[in-house]
């Protein structure tokens, strides 16, 4: 079982949006609406900012937001802050109870 | 408010078996959820080792299938996982998590190192 892509890096300045994408296959992204996404910042575990492709758990801004296409899940963080710069991670269902991670990026606030 | 917090040796010699619990408070372990295993080597990704239910079932991920065992302790409330053989590849965080169609809850994790 291969990790998901996503691009090592992102960027953008405060106020601003920033999308990081994760490519999987028709095993799992492109077969199931079951796409997480996680942020971590240094040193810590990750916490969950978005399930089942686009919902937000209670707590996390509505600034997150996700989206899927095909193979393709999508995160965008949009009015970016400070606090958003982390590591970002996406994770997908890949049936029998099985789930992958995406390769992770780290987005940098410029 | 589920909280999960991993506990075991910080170091383990290379062939030897790596022991961590999870204990869960907050939550009966028996009322739901899988219960799941992630780990990060140290500047890399994350990687599902595995996850059990709380009836007993489990998953391995199939490349470590061979050396994982999983396990629930309803009574104690908590559950374990066992690494066979570890190298020093095996040096990593170790997180424990519960999991639905998602992690939403994770405990702090647990450096543990491989080495003599």
């Known amino acids: 079982q291969s990790a998901l892509t996503q691009p090592p890096s992102a960027s953008g300045s405060p106020g601003q949006s920033v999308t990081i994408s994760c490519t999987g296959t028709s095993s799992d992204v492109g077969n199931y609406n079951y796409v997480s996404w996680y942020q971590q910042h240094p040193g810590k575990a990750p916490e969950l900012v978005i399930y089942e492709v686009s919902k937000r758990p209670s707590g996390v801004p509505d600034r997150f937001s996700g989206s899927k296409s095909g193979n393709t899940a999508s995160l965008t963080v949009s009015g970016l802050q400070a606090e958003d710069e982390a590591d970002y991670y996406c994770?997908?269902?890949?049936?029998?109870?099985?789930?992958?991670f995406g390769t992770g990026t780290k987005v940098t606030v410029l | 408010q589920v909280q999960l917090q991993e506990s075991g040796p910080g170091l383990v010699k290379p062939s030897e078996t790596l022991s961590l619990t999870c204990a869960v408070s907050g939550y009966s372990i028996s009322s739901g959820y899988y219960w799941g295993w992630i780990r990060q080597p140290p500047g890399k990704g994350l990687e599902l080792i595995g996850s059990?239910?709380?009836?007993?079932?489990?998953f391995y991920n199939p490349s470590l299938r061979s050396r994982v065992t999983i396990s629930v302790d309803t009574s104690r409330n908590q559950f374990s996982l066992n690494l066979s053989s570890v190298t020093a590849a095996d040096t990593a965080v170790y997180y424990c998590?519960?999991?639905?169609?998602?992690?939403?809850?994770w405990g702090q994790g647990i450096l543990v190192t491989v080495s003599s």
């Open positions: 994770s997908s269902y890949a049936g029998n109870n099985n789930y992958v």
């Open positions: 998590a519960t999991l639905l169609t998602h992690f939403d809850y």
């Open positions: 059990v239910y709380h009836t007993g079932g489990t």
